[in-house]
């Protein structure tokens, strides 16, 4: 955009100067006292010509940038209500997964207390059935 504007610009003061020069020259050409009004007059002409051709291009360029902006505004509010909506469904699933994560904790803490129990349980028989049996003793011969 910037370099179209360039281009443009360039083109139209290229224009502006091209004349400038054209009626220095005829006015060169055809020496005349009464000459120099209409050319200072054709050159003012020239002028501002030249100055509303700029403030054209730029206005143009201005929509267009206004417009481009617009749309970018546009495209990052539905990019922002996307994002928006993709957190809110990965904090729910997050969540899900957290009440699910605790919940698996619950049933492995009474997994665990259970075999903790077992365990004791199984290791008082054994030392039971060492009582009731007597101590061992080993005979040497």
Do not use: Y
């Not at 443009?8 to 005349?32: H, L, Q």
């Not at 481009?68 to 539905?78: I, S």
């Amino acid at each position: 955009m910037e370099a179209r504007f360039g281009r443009e610009v360039a083109s139209v003061v290229e224009v502006a100067i091209r004349s400038t020069v054209s009626v220095c020259r005829d006015a060169k050409e055809t020496p005349n006292a009464d000459s120099e009004e209409p050319k200072f007059v054709h050159i003012q002409e020239i002028e501002k010509s030249l100055v509303a051709q700029i403030q054209k291009v730029f206005s143009e360029m201005w929509s267009e940038l206004s417009e481009e902006n617009e749309a970018l505004r546009a495209k990052v509010e539905q990019l922002e209500d996307v994002l928006r909506r993709k957190a809110g469904k990965l904090e729910q699933e997050l969540e899900a997964r957290v009440g699910q994560l605790g919940r698996d904790m619950e049933l492995l803490e009474k997994e665990l207390k259970t075999i903790s129990e077992g365990s004791s349980k199984t290791l008082e028989g054994s030392t039971d059935l060492q009582q009731e049996d007597g101590p061992t003793t080993s005979v040497n011969t």
